[in-house]
């Protein structure tokens, strides 16, 4: 998800209007999970990009119930909803206990963990850039550890939308590269 | 092998991890009245350390657990280019700079220690901590690294306490982790530090050996318990079998225990279903309150003073069961009887991170 656009395998699958955001391509997509419109921003993107990966990639579901690590990281941590829960207390004088439960970054790994039934390892970290390094060799342990499949996240949303979601594979797959840093840095469009 | 050591840990109690140590064995905790500090000025307990301001108490306080640390190891090692730094943080310094809440300490701490590799910081809520040690260890065991520095820090925000009142989350006195009357969690602030390395050569003391860890999700509730522990019987299930350790080998169990009523059931749910419930338990945050993200690390170093003393501390705050299953909450200081033990954490988004370390 790169600002309003939303592509998958280098195919542009949506374009974010401006009044409907992420809830259009919610829509769009058919789903019926009303828990999406409880969750904030960060939580809607993880879930969405989530989905599309399944569908472009449903090898994914046949993963045991602890197959699928999630292994996800940004540049702004849960600051997008921190400022609204701030601005709950400080300005509206009523600090909110349902934007208060989204003030981690983490909360995200949660939502896809609790709508796929996925009790696998997870991670969220920081970085002040896209790190590849950071996917490679944790990858390569998750998966050394047991895991069948990692699905590597990049995700801001606050100044505009900087997603990318990723599967790496222990095993080759059809349609699927061999992951360096070159192939990380190129799926960012990083040249 | 990966050999842990070089414990350290700030608090109320003190700046090392001696002060600590000494304090907790006589039942001597930080936490303390908090008059209009709350949410509309309401009192609260805070385990608060007053004797730093509150600006730039973050980097003081990872700067003074990496000094406290390096006088254990060898002093090259901070500098080597074979070590990585892992940082655990949930918030980090939110008051100094809400939208780039880490940016500013690993700056500092990149040119003040000569760091060589940017520090990966793991930002998982409640088990950043045991996360964040367990996954050092992964990185020495892979190869990529030879050693690692862990750090843990956090300090209380009136975002964060006002937050955790608005879910009405806070007790009314100090926590009670596993007793009956527990009716919240404490907030605390601190940091510590643990080094790991795949040379017991580069500690002054001699190290414990780190011996698995893993991680799992509820998938259940954002913000609830799992009501059936299932996350954290899956991760400690996972632990026992990376560190090939059988549940009866464990001496002693230093668990999450924030002292909400719904933490604590869960775990002593999910304890009982790894047969751990006759197994020795405490939870520290009766000394230091919860720190979320410093949590895992402080309690982890405690814990492995507890392995080198052979003593375990009594979980203060307890006095009467209060959980449906049972569970051997320490009531009192007790030798330890085997050397090994087990760290739980458990947190918001339904994670769960354990590990399990042992004295050689």
Same mark, same amino acid.
């Given at each position: 998800?790169?600002?309003?656009?939303?592509?998958?395998? %280098?195919?542009?699958?949506?374009?974010?209007?401006?009044?409907?955001?992420?809830?259009?391509?919610?829509?769009?997509?058919?789903?019926?999970?009303?828990?999406?419109?409880?969750?904030?921003?960060?939580?809607?993107?993880? $879930?969405?990009?989530?989905?599309?990966?399944?569908?472009?990639?449903?090898?994914?579901?046949?993963?045991?119930?602890?197959?699928?690590?999630?292994? $996800?990281?940004?540049?702004?941590?849960?600051?997008?909803?921190?400022?609204?829960?701030?601005?709950?207390?400080?300005?509206?004088?009523?600090?909110?206990?349902?934007?208060?439960?989204?003030?981690?970054?983490?909360?995200?790994?949660?939502?896809?963990?609790?709508?796929?039934?996925?009790?696998?390892?997870?991670?969220?970290?920081?970085?002040?850039?896209?790190?590849?390094?950071?996917?490679?060799?944790?990858?390569?342990?998750?998966?050394?550890?047991?895991?069948?499949?990692?699905?590597?996240?990049?995700?801001?949303?606050?100044?505009?939308?900087?997603?990318?979601?990723?599967?790496?594979?222990?095993?080759?797959?059809?349609?699927?590269?061999?992951?360096?840093?070159?192939?990380?840095?190129?799926?960012?469009?990083? %040249? | 092998?990966?050999?842990?050591?070089?414990?350290?840990?700030?608090?109320?109690?003190?700046?090392?991890?001696?002060?600590?140590?000494?304090?907790?064995?006589?039942?001597?905790?930080?936490?303390?009245?908090?008059?209009?500090?709350?949410?509309?000025?309401?009192?609260?307990?805070?385990?608060?350390?007053?004797?730093?301001?509150?600006?730039?108490?973050?980097?003081?306080?990872?700067?003074?657990?990496?000094?406290?640390?390096?006088?254990?190891?060898?002093?090259?090692?901070?500098?080597?280019?074979?070590?990585?730094?892992?940082?655990?943080?949930?918030?980090? %310094?939110?008051?100094?700079?809400?939208?780039?809440?880490?940016?500013?300490?690993?700056?500092?701490?990149?040119?003040?220690?000569?760091?060589?590799?940017?520090?990966?910081?793991?930002?998982?809520?409640?088990?950043?901590?045991?996360?964040?040690?367990?996954?050092?260890?992964?990185?020495?065991?892979?190869?990529?690294?030879?050693?690692?520095?862990?750090?843990?820090?956090?300090?209380?925000?009136?975002?964060?306490?006002?937050?955790?009142?608005?879910?009405?989350?806070?007790?009314?006195?100090?926590?009670?982790? $596993?007793?009956?009357?527990?009716?919240?969690?404490?907030?605390?602030?601190?940091?510590?530090?643990?080094?790991?390395?795949?040379?017991?050569?580069?500690?002054?003391?001699?190290?414990?050996?780190?011996?698995?860890?893993?991680?799992?999700? %509820?998938?259940?509730?954002?913000?609830?318990?799992?009501?059936?522990?299932?996350?954290?019987?899956?991760?400690?299930?996972?632990?026992?079998?990376?560190?090939?350790?059988?549940?009866?080998?464990?001496?002693?169990?230093?668990?999450?225990?924030?002292?909400?009523? $719904?933490?604590?059931?869960?775990?002593?749910?999910?304890?009982?279903?790894?047969?751990?419930?006759?197994?020795?338990?405490?939870?520290?945050?009766?000394?230091?309150?919860?720190?979320?993200?410093?949590?895992?690390?402080?309690?982890?170093?405690?814990?492995?003073?507890?392995?080198?003393?052979?003593?375990?501390?009594?979980?203060?705050?307890?006095?009467?069961?209060?959980?449906?299953?049972?569970?051997?909450?320490?009531?009192?200081?007790?030798?330890?009887?085997?050397?090994?033990?087990?760290?739980?954490?458990?947190?918001?988004?339904?994670?769960?991170?354990?590990?399990?370390?042992?004295?050689?």
């Amino acid at each position: 998800m790169t600002g309003d656009k939303v592509i998958v395998n %280098d195919q542009t699958v949506w374009e974010a209007s401006p009044e409907t955001g992420l809830t259009g391509l919610y829509k769009e997509l058919g789903l019926e999970y009303p828990k999406f419109y409880k969750m904030d921003q960060l939580s809607q993107a993880a $879930f969405l990009a989530v989905e599309l990966l399944l569908q472009a990639a449903p090898a994914l579901k046949e993963s045991a119930d602890d197959g699928v690590a999630l292994l $996800f990281a940004n540049a702004e941590s849960s600051s997008a909803t921190d400022a609204r829960f701030r601005k709950s207390y400080e300005e509206d004088r009523l600090p909110s206990p349902s934007l208060f439960v989204y003030t981690l970054p983490n909360i995200a790994l949660g939502e896809i963990a609790i709508r796929n039934k996925w009790y696998g390892e997870h991670m969220f970290g920081f970085f002040p850039n896209f790190t590849p390094d950071f996917y490679m060799a944790t990858s390569e342990i998750m998966l050394q550890q047991g895991s069948e499949a990692v699905i590597g996240g990049w995700l801001n949303v606050r100044d505009q939308r900087d997603v990318l979601v990723f599967v790496l594979w222990a095993a080759p797959q059809e349609g699927a590269v061999r992951l360096t840093e070159a192939t990380l840095n190129n799926l960012m469009h990083i %040249d | 092998m990966v050999y842990i050591g070089a414990e350290t840990i700030q608090s109320p109690l003190g700046w090392t991890i001696t002060d600590h140590f000494e304090k907790l064995q006589s039942g001597i905790s930080g936490i303390t009245f908090a008059e209009r500090e709350g949410w509309n000025q309401s009192d609260v307990y805070l385990s608060k350390i007053t004797a730093l301001p509150g600006t730039g108490k973050l980097n003081t306080l990872f700067r003074t657990a990496i000094d406290q640390l390096a006088a254990g190891i060898d002093p090259g090692l901070l500098h080597s280019d074979q070590t990585i730094c892992v940082i655990s943080s949930a918030k980090g %310094d939110l008051d100094a700079d809400l939208n780039h809440p880490f940016q500013a300490l690993l700056k500092e701490l990149v040119t003040a220690y000569q760091l060589k590799h940017a520090p990966v910081v793991i930002s998982n809520a409640c088990v950043s901590g045991v996360m964040a040690i367990n996954y050092a260890a992964a990185l020495l065991a892979s190869g990529k690294y030879a050693h690692a520095i862990v750090l843990g820090g956090e300090v209380i925000s009136q975002f964060v306490l006002y937050g955790f009142q608005a879910l009405f989350a806070v007790g009314d006195r100090p926590c009670r982790p $596993f007793d009956r009357s527990r009716n919240g969690v404490t907030l605390g602030e601190g940091s510590a530090g643990v080094v790991l390395s795949r040379e017991a050569s580069v500690f002054k003391e001699k190290p414990l050996q780190y011996l698995g860890g893993a991680s799992s999700n %509820d998938a259940n509730h954002i913000s609830g318990p799992s009501r059936t522990g299932e996350g954290l019987y899956r991760s400690v299930s996972k632990t026992l079998q990376r560190a090939n350790v059988k549940p009866e080998a464990i001496g002693y169990i230093s668990a999450h225990g924030t002292g909400t009523v $719904f933490n604590d059931e869960m775990e002593a749910i999910a304890f009982n279903r790894l047969g751990l419930e006759g197994t020795p338990v405490n939870s520290l945050k009766g000394y230091w309150g919860h720190t979320l993200g410093a949590a895992g690390v402080m309690e982890v170093a405690l814990a492995m003073q507890s392995l080198r003393k052979e003593l375990l501390v009594a979980s203060m705050g307890y006095s009467e069961p209060g959980t449906t299953q049972s569970l051997t909450v320490l009531t009192s200081n007790q030798p330890l009887t085997s050397p090994l033990f087990l760290k739980t954490a458990s947190g918001f988004g339904g994670c769960n991170a354990s590990l399990i370390i042992r004295k050689i």
